[in-house]
């Protein structure tokens, strides 16, 4: 039997290393065609961009070279206009002169022509009294007839009434003139009105026609100043895209290399694995029944010396706790069945079990008291790396960790703030050094980050430095400048090509490793950008930051969409490997997990609050 089962065993851990291996080849080839079209993609996208810069440079020299005609022109132009002008303010100014004179001999004939009617007025109301005491005389003499006197006094009265109708009919000829002396000088004056509000039209339209010329020169001259960058600008990037496109027709022609390399490892591990599962379903056939029967045995023997007094399910139903009647609480799968762990608590014995908020327990028994215990599994320190005191490796704190992606290495980094920053990669099975880069930074190392495939390691520091080393020999390939604070995270994208630095100076950059140029840089934010990770195998990033956000970006700086309820300072964030859940802490001490794609908030971890004993008396 034993044989047997070892047999059985052998079979089954040759087939899931099998499957594991099928697995890890279809994973490959996937990645290898996903790399091929990005290539293609690649060529195709700098193809079309240099055909449409060399295009635009084209566009370009046509219009520098028509440039000076477009100076000169506007040159001519703006002299033109400024000659009008001159020549209008000019006629505005005369023709004002001539307004004014207009206004005072028109003033002066107003003036005259009311003295006039004022003296006719008057002359005509004493020759009309003259007249008719001149009538009322001869009436008066002719009733007396023979009165000398009073005939003396008509032929009087008769004389002064002919004299002041003379002197009415020379005033009335006298205000002729006047009246059409005014009539001119209002005609004079209105004629003059007409002329100057043309004129004013005119200088108006010549000041917007030399403000044309002006600003048409401006741009002409700012164009020639700027022509020329833009020019430089356009042959870098049809050289770039050039570039670009041998590169990526070299990627390609890997690439395929690749798929073929991959498709062929695929078809060998899928018969190696129908190969597997056929010896295994052989070798299962014969120890089929005994093992069975081996099995009920163990578990009616098992079920019989587990006396269980009480059960109840975890809040979220994952796990089932039970109460011994030795005392001994467990917690169990209820998915499978499997046991999750054994609570270990100081306590009388138990006889029931209750479940309270946040995963805790209340157990009572005998006595007066109500026993409340975790029911989470606890946590065990499994290794300490450093001593705390002068002899400890690190120069200092330590204050950024990150794991290999095989989980085999740890790396720390920190140092001595204003002195140097150091970067040591430790086993983690044995807590030995594998690595060390004492002076990897002038100042404090404040984030770490392990390439895809475990070969490089990329750090952040204090210094304002991003740097990228080798992990085997501690060897620097690329110093990225270009941060203005503190460098707080660094996340590589999964094609190991491409970095993301954040930092203290709320900036977000993107790195070409290739080159190790900055392709990118943005910011949007009001403080320190704490973190930064690359979801998948995308080009979509989480960034955490101290104004109270986390939220998923594209590589261009655009924001795709904010992560709710992040009341406070975020100091810190991650993302799971296929970039589907994230997490993070802030200023608050609450965990916060979100489904990323939906924008949701999955669930947030409290810190816990102190927990008393219930003591209840008889």
């Given at each position: 039997m034993a044989f047997a089962k070892a047999e059985v065993g052998y079979h089954k851990t040759n087939v899931e290393a099998k499957q594991k291996q099928l697995k890890q080849d279809q994973d490959a080839q996937k990645k290898a065609k996903d790399a091929l079209a990005g290539h293609e993609k690649t060529a195709t996208d700098k193809t079309k961009e240099k055909t449409d810069s060399e295009a635009a440079l084209k566009k370009l020299n046509d219009e520098i070279a028509a440039l000076p005609k477009r100076i000169e022109a506007a040159n001519k132009g703006k002299a033109g206009a400024d000659a009008a002008l001159k020549s209008a303010e000019s006629g505005v100014a005369k023709t004002t002169t001539n307004l004014t004179n207009a206004e005072k001999t028109l003033k002066e004939a107003i003036a005259n022509k009311a003295t006039l009617t004022e003296r006719l007025m008057r002359i005509g109301a004493s020759a009309a009294n003259a007249k008719t005491l001149a009538e009322e005389a001869r009436n008066e003499a002719a009733k007396a007839k023979g009165d000398k006197a009073l005939a003396t006094q008509a032929t009087a009265a008769d004389s002064l009434a002919k004299r002041k109708a003379r002197e009415f009919e020379a005033a009335l000829n006298a205000y002729e003139p006047a009246r059409e002396k005014l009539a001119k000088a209002e005609g004079a004056k209105a004629s003059i009105n007409g002329e100057l509000t043309k004129l004013k039209v005119t200088l108006a339209s010549t000041k917007v026609e030399l403000e044309k010329q002006i600003k048409e020169l401006a741009a002409a001259q700012d164009r020639q100043k700027k022509s020329a960058e833009e020019k430089k600008n356009l042959e870098k990037k049809i050289t770039d895209a050039t570039t670009a496109i041998t590169n990526a027709e070299r990627e390609i022609?890997?690439?395929?290399?690749?798929?073929?390399?991959?498709?062929?490892?695929?078809?060998?591990?899928?018969?190696?694995?129908?190969?597997?599962?056929?010896?295994?379903?052989?070798?299962?056939?014969?120890?089929?029944?005994?093992?069975?029967?081996?099995?009920?045995?163990?578990?009616?023997?098992?079920?019989?010396?587990?006396?269980?007094?009480?059960?109840?399910?975890?809040?979220?139903?994952?796990?089932?706790?039970?109460?011994?009647?030795?005392?001994?609480?467990?917690?169990?799968?209820?998915?499978?069945?499997?046991?999750?762990?054994?609570?270990?608590?100081?306590?009388?014995?138990?006889?029931?079990?209750?479940?309270?908020?946040?995963?805790?327990?209340?157990?009572?028994?005998?006595?007066?008291?109500?026993?409340?215990?975790?029911?989470?599994?606890?946590?065990?320190?499994?290794?300490?790396?450093?001593?705390?005191?002068?002899?400890?490796?690190?120069?200092?704190?330590?204050?950024?960790?990150?794991?290999?992606?095989?989980?085999?290495?740890?790396?720390?980094?920190?140092?001595?703030?204003?002195?140097?920053?150091?970067?040591?990669?430790?086993?983690?099975?044995?807590?030995?050094?594998?690595?060390?880069?004492?002076?990897?930074?002038?100042?404090?190392?404040?984030?770490?980050?392990?390439?895809?495939?475990?070969?490089?390691?990329?750090?952040?520091?204090?210094?304002?430095?991003?740097?990228?080393?080798?992990?085997?020999?501690?060897?620097?390939?690329?110093?990225?400048?270009?941060?203005?604070?503190?460098?707080?995270?660094?996340?590589?994208?999964?094609?190991?090509?491409?970095?993301?630095?954040?930092?203290?100076?709320?900036?977000?950059?993107?790195?070409?490793?290739?080159?190790?140029?900055?392709?990118?840089?943005?910011?949007?934010?009001?403080?320190?950008?704490?973190?930064?990770?690359?979801?998948?195998?995308?080009?979509?990033?989480?960034?955490?930051?101290?104004?109270?956000?986390?939220?998923?970006?594209?590589?261009?700086?655009?924001?795709?969409?904010?992560?709710?309820?992040?009341?406070?300072?975020m100091h810190s964030s991650d993302v799971t490997p296929d970039g589907k859940i994230a997490v993070a802490g802030g200023f608050d001490g609450i965990l916060r997990i979100w489904d990323v794609n939906a924008g949701k908030l999955l669930q947030s971890f409290a810190p816990e609050k102190e927990t008393t004993k219930i003591v209840s008396k008889k």
């Amino acid at each position: 039997m034993a044989f047997a089962k070892a047999e059985v065993g052998y079979h089954k851990t040759n087939v899931e290393a099998k499957q594991k291996q099928l697995k890890q080849d279809q994973d490959a080839q996937k990645k290898a065609k996903d790399a091929l079209a990005g290539h293609e993609k690649t060529a195709t996208d700098k193809t079309k961009e240099k055909t449409d810069s060399e295009a635009a440079l084209k566009k370009l020299n046509d219009e520098i070279a028509a440039l000076p005609k477009r100076i000169e022109a506007a040159n001519k132009g703006k002299a033109g206009a400024d000659a009008a002008l001159k020549s209008a303010e000019s006629g505005v100014a005369k023709t004002t002169t001539n307004l004014t004179n207009a206004e005072k001999t028109l003033k002066e004939a107003i003036a005259n022509k009311a003295t006039l009617t004022e003296r006719l007025m008057r002359i005509g109301a004493s020759a009309a009294n003259a007249k008719t005491l001149a009538e009322e005389a001869r009436n008066e003499a002719a009733k007396a007839k023979g009165d000398k006197a009073l005939a003396t006094q008509a032929t009087a009265a008769d004389s002064l009434a002919k004299r002041k109708a003379r002197e009415f009919e020379a005033a009335l000829n006298a205000y002729e003139p006047a009246r059409e002396k005014l009539a001119k000088a209002e005609g004079a004056k209105a004629s003059i009105n007409g002329e100057l509000t043309k004129l004013k039209v005119t200088l108006a339209s010549t000041k917007v026609e030399l403000e044309k010329q002006i600003k048409e020169l401006a741009a002409a001259q700012d164009r020639q100043k700027k022509s020329a960058e833009e020019k430089k600008n356009l042959e870098k990037k049809i050289t770039d895209a050039t570039t670009a496109i041998t590169n990526a027709e070299r990627e390609i022609d890997l690439a395929k290399a690749e798929v073929g390399f991959t498709a062929t490892n695929v078809k060998n591990a899928e018969t190696a694995l129908k190969d597997a599962t056929g010896a295994q379903t052989e070798a299962g056939k014969v120890p089929a029944t005994r093992e069975a029967g081996v099995a009920d045995a163990k578990a009616r023997a098992g079920a019989g010396t587990q006396d269980l007094i009480d059960a109840v399910f975890s809040e979220d139903g994952v796990l089932v706790y039970t109460l011994g009647i030795d005392g001994r609480v467990q917690s169990w799968s209820s998915r499978t069945g499997q046991r999750a762990h054994v609570l270990n608590f100081e306590g009388r014995l138990a006889k029931r079990m209750a479940l309270l908020s946040n995963g805790r327990l209340a157990l009572v028994g005998d006595s007066p008291e109500m026993a409340i215990v975790t029911g989470r599994a606890p946590w065990a320190l499994a290794n300490t790396i450093g001593t705390g005191n002068e002899d400890s490796p690190f120069e200092d704190r330590v204050i950024a960790l990150d794991f290999s992606p095989n989980g085999e290495w740890l790396a720390t980094g920190g140092g001595f703030p204003s002195r140097g920053g150091e970067i040591y990669i430790w086993n983690v099975e044995d807590g030995s050094e594998e690595l060390r880069i004492p002076e990897a930074h002038s100042d404090t190392v404040c984030s770490l980050a392990f390439s895809p495939d475990g070969n490089q390691i990329a750090s952040g520091g204090t210094d304002r430095f991003a740097r990228i080393f080798e992990t085997n020999r501690g060897k620097e390939l690329h110093a990225l400048e270009g941060h203005t604070g503190h460098v707080l995270g660094v996340s590589w994208q999964r094609n190991g090509r491409v970095l993301a630095s954040v930092g203290a100076d709320k900036a977000v950059k993107i790195w070409n490793l290739i080159n190790g140029e900055q392709k990118k840089s943005f910011s949007g934010f009001n403080k320190e950008v704490t973190s930064v990770h690359f979801l998948g195998i995308g080009t979509q990033a989480v960034v955490s930051a101290g104004d109270n956000v986390v939220k998923v970006v594209k590589e261009d700086g655009g924001e795709v969409r904010r992560l709710p309820e992040t009341p406070t300072f975020m100091h810190s964030s991650d993302v799971t490997p296929d970039g589907k859940i994230a997490v993070a802490g802030g200023f608050d001490g609450i965990l916060r997990i979100w489904d990323v794609n939906a924008g949701k908030l999955l669930q947030s971890f409290a810190p816990e609050k102190e927990t008393t004993k219930i003591v209840s008396k008889k």
